[in-house]
């Protein structure tokens, strides 16, 4: 793993790795949304505001947030950082949800495999025999320790690329203009910043309660036209 960044530098990172900019392959998935859309249960700001909150609440700070944390602190013990994955495997029900996760973060280790970020060519290794799952939360973990981010900036970077990737998927559905997208983002702040000062829940702790979120994405695979992979 590289020596942690601190200061200026870290910020910078930071800042590189959570930019829309960054080719991490976030713009094909809706997480659930382009269904809910289409049924009008997220119709405008306010219910997207909802979905997007429900979304950081019980599902990031008590699952992904948990398996990215686990998988950030456990580098480079690489069987370690596979049990994780396979726990989120096991714990992702509907499939699209869990095969989006998968292809997202076997994307984000294609991406910094060749800018050569430490520990991305030797997990991508062991995804390619067989001998992990790669999901997004787990890869992001693997990636950003090897980049030197610490845990507490690696989080917001993981948090706030989840926003990002919500939002923008709202974006091309027109439920809302870039405008909307970052008053929304700025009103959620407070509530990101009170989650991020608390530790993340332990793996023994991991749970999810998303439902509408996944019924929705266990219908996507039935719609006739879909722009998101779910």
């Known amino acids: 793993m590289r020596e942690a960044e601190s200061g200026a530098g870290a910020d910078l990172a930071a800042l590189q790795f959570g930019d829309s900019f960054f080719p991490s392959g976030a713009v094909s998935f809706s997480l659930g949304l382009e269904t809910l859309h289409a049924d009008g249960i997220v119709a405008d700001a306010a219910s997207l505001e909802e979905f997007l909150a429900d979304q950081v609440t019980d599902r990031w700070a008590t699952a992904e947030r948990v398996f990215f944390a686990a998988a950030h602190r456990a580098c480079p013990d690489w069987p370690a950082v596979a049990g994780i994955d396979a726990l989120q495997e096991a714990m992702t029900l509907p499939r699209e949800l869990r095969e989006g996760s998968r292809k997202g973060g076997a994307a984000l280790l ?4 060749r800018m050569e970020t430490p520990g991305a060519q030797a ?19 693997v990636v950003l320790a090897g980049a030197g981010l610490d845990l507490a900036r690696a989080e917001a970077v993981s948090l706030h ?9 709202a974006l091309r559905l027109g439920l809302i203009g870039h405008l909307d997208g970052q008053i929304m983002l700025r009103g959620l702040r407070p509530q990101m910043t009170a989650l991020l000062a608390q530790p993340a829940p332990g793996l023994d702790d991991v749970r999810a309660y998303a439902p509408f979120a996944d019924v929705a994405a266990a219908r996507h695979e039935q719609a006739e036209v879909r722009l998101f992979s779910n």
Do not use: N
Not at 110 to 113: C, F, I, P, T
Not at 161 to 169: D, K
């Open 110 to 113: 294609g991406v910094h495999a």
């Open 123 to 141: 997990y991508r290794a062991r995804l390619r025999a067989g001998e992990a799952h790669g999901h997004l939360a787990v890869v992001q973990g």
């Open 161 to 169: 690329g989840l926003c990002a990737m919500i939002l923008g998927a």
